[in-house]
């Protein structure tokens, strides 16, 4: 869980002083003038820029103007000739309006988590309550119950992401793990991870940690200050960073642990609380099926469990068999279940045929094929081309820059998300191409030719090439640019 995967690389990144001043760059004043750490000099920056990528700025025909002003590598399309900057009041009031997205956190805020000045009033309640004291009303806001759930993905499953798949129809969607001391010590870059876009309709947050009070914290002002329909615990993080820190996984081997958990955050907040869960820590010792009946009890709303140990990792298929064992033990709250599933025939498998789970998660396969939810929807096989499948890109990329920004910064983070994608979305074989459907998870494809050379370089497992495909969608990278793809260092797939 590095959290500083995404620090650009120094040498894209030039000093404060060589960069233009936010206020400046769009046309007001400067309080801190000549003290402003930021440069002042208009000409100077706009000579050393770089030429613009093109003539439309996706932030300001989304927004009606663009907080990037001449910083903007876009900027053309918002700036006069004497360097002003347009704006287009009545898309600013229509966008004003329709929120776009939800969960930004105030810098009163952030400065009122650090001094540690927050009040979290029903932690406290619950922790100088006795046992029986600690019940709040059960509240079952979100019918889970058989609807398509993207998987929480560390780095991967950024809002723009997501909001890719939901452009597919899947409908319930989660945030990427946060760490919960994180969140309470105020950190920026781990609220930013809260934030959920306005097609999202059934958002969850995922917290993960070990302290009873730390959670309950996070989970307090997550369910007083943010909007989300439900916050999941996270227990199947396999990462050492987290294993050793006694969260993710290694909470499994103690179940008193769990329920304190589960308990101060079904009663700290007015979401609803789930769970995600591994089979267990080593092979052949599964611990679900104990710990699963529990659940409700506690105050949970929703379990899913990955049909994988810790141990296990990505290794051989995951154990559905098992996920149907446990789901015979839920009770009354849904058990979704997680694993390899590539292909609509697998997931009405195991929802409606094999009948082994109330709900399926899927993770890997929407980053390998996010129009996998509107197979599923459809209950077919869809052959998609390779210039449909780099109009997905475009529009991941019109996200992205909506969502990081349009500035050198915001578009060298869009590449960097979009690279870190394509890792998995090379694996794709097309449908067309394919003697025998379906395409299975761990079967590795052999070298192949597309039907057209834009869908053999979609296939190339090179980042080289990955880089390509991001300059149809992106501009030009930077001399020299180079691309290590993030995840395979974060133990999550090996
Ligand atoms: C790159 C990557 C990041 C992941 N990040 C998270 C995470 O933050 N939280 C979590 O609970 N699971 C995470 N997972 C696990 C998935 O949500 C899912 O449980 C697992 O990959 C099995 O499902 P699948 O075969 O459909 O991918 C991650 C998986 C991958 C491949
Ligand atoms: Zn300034
Ligand atoms: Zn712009």
Redesign the pocket.
Known sequence: MNKDRYAINSSEQPSSEERLCPRISIGIECPFGDECKFSHDIENFLANKGPDLGRRCPVFEAFGSCEYGLRCRFAQAHTTANNAQIVDEDKVKLSEQEKKTFNHISKDMLICLRKKKYQYPRTKAFEHSSAPKRQRIQTGNVDFRGKTYL???????NLPFRRTCKGFGVDIT?S??ALATNIMLGKQSELALLRRHESEDIFGV?L?GRRVDVIGRATEFISAECNVDFI?L?L??PIELAYNKGA?SALLNQPTQIERIVRIMRYVSDCDITV?L?TGIKTGNNLAYNLIPKFERWGAAMG?L???SRQQR?TKY?DWEYIGECKQVTGQIPLFG?????SWEDYWDHLETKKQCDGV???????IKPWIFREINERRVWDISANERLDILKDFARYGMEHWGTDTYGIANTRRYLLEWQS?LHRYIPAGLLEVLPQK?NERPPPYYGRNDLETLMASPSPKDWIKISEMVLGPAPDGFTFIPK?KS?A??D
């Open positions: 998987g929480p993905l560390t780095t991967l499953g989660c990427e793990m995922q993960a999941d996270n199947g993080c993710g995600k591994r899913t990955h049909g994988r990505y995951a997680g694993g390899d599933v590539l998660m899927v993770s890997r396969g929407a980053l998995f998870m995840h974060n999550y797939e």
